[in-house]
């Protein structure tokens, strides 16, 4: 049964790890990952031997930072021309190196 947890009322971590204790599979699905959090839930996973039916499978629907949606609100010409590839593979890198910051920072 899918639960919901806020971490105000409903804490997250302390629920996942009671769940994998007992399991030998995971499929998580959030709107925010910091790869931090990781660290309170490899100990669990590193157990398992992967492939089919025995890994931990991640969603992430990441929501953007505030600041940046703050920008995008306050900015004048609000016409939205898409971005060039160029473009596109520098926001990719960009959070590319954030993803690897977080997992060092987190070590």
């Known amino acids: 049964m899918p639960r919901i947890f806020d971490n ?6 302390p629920a996942l790890q009671e769940t994998l204790k ?8 959030v709107g925010y990952f910091n790869l931090r959090g990781w660290r309170g839930l490899s100990s669990h996973i ?8 025995a ?3 991640l969603l992430v629907g990441m929501q953007p930072p505030p600041e940046d949606t703050f920008r995008a609100a306050m900015r004048l010409d609000q016409r939205d021309d898409g971005i060039d ?3 596109a593979s520098h926001l990719k890198q ?8 977080q997992f060092w920072d987190g070590l």
Do not use: V
């Open 55 to 57: 890994c931990c499978r």
């Open 22 to 29: 007992t399991a030998d599979h995971a499929d998580f699905c």
């Open 94 to 101: 960009r959070l590319a190196e954030k993803f690897c910051k």
């Open 85 to 87: 590839n160029q473009r």
């Open 8 to 13: 105000i009322d409903q804490q997250l971590l």
């Open 46 to 53: 590193e157990e398992w031997e992967g492939g089919d039916g």
